[in-house]
């Protein structure tokens, strides 16, 4: 009995810590990652590559749609340099896909819409945004992942002069 006294101190203070050590293993991803290159490894698996991306245009786009939709310039514009933000992250972590966007997207497809949204000038706008939009369809074709474009956000989304 007095031993089982003496070890039972040790087994809660076991008990203890193995708790801590499997907190520290479900909320500390990132804290419980041992060292720094480890840490910056994760970061960069998490925040991912091109798709993600993508994931950030397509709702910029479709957000940039629905505002020349709604005669809404400003709101249009706004999406519009934000979905040019995101095609410029993309290319920094995928250089590899960064000459395609800026030969076929970056130049005139986008700063020529950016430009009539800032005038205001819905004829424009509406010839540029189909522009822009043959812009990402062609981007896709070139690199190798033309059935992107068969999706009600591309194909559905050329709007009418
Ligand atoms: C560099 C050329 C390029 C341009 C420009 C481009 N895309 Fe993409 N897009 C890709 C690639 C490559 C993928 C596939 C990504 C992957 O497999 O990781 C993709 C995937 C997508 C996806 C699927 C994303 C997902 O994983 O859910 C959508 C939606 C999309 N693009 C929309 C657009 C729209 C809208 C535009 C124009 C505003 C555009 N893209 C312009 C290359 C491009």
Not at 6 to 33: C, E, I, K, N
Request: with cysteine; hydrophobic share 45%.
């Amino acid at each position: 009995m007095k031993m089982l006294f003496r070890v039972l101190p040790v087994f809660l203070v076991m008990a203890l810590l193995a708790g801590l050590y499997a907190h520290a293993q479900s909320d500390g991803w990132l804290t419980g990652a041992t060292d720094r290159d480890e840490q910056i490894a994760l970061i960069e698996d998490y925040i991912g590559g091109y798709s993600g991306t993508m994931m950030e245009v397509g709702y910029r786009f479709e957000s940039t749609h629905q505002a020349i939709q709604d005669d809404n310039h400003e709101l249009a514009a706004y999406h519009w340099d934000k979905l040019g933000g995101a095609m410029e992250w993309g290319g920094i972590k995928r250089p590899a896909r960064a000459e395609n966007a800026e030969l076929l997207f970056l130049g005139a497809p986008w700063e020529n819409l950016d430009e009539a949204l800032r005038d205001n000038d819905s004829e424009r706008v509406v010839d540029l945004f189909n522009v822009a939009r043959g812009a990402c369809m062609a981007c896709h074709e070139a690199e190798g992942v033309g059935f992107m474009n068969d999706q009600p956000l591309l194909r559905n989304t050329e709007i009418a002069p």
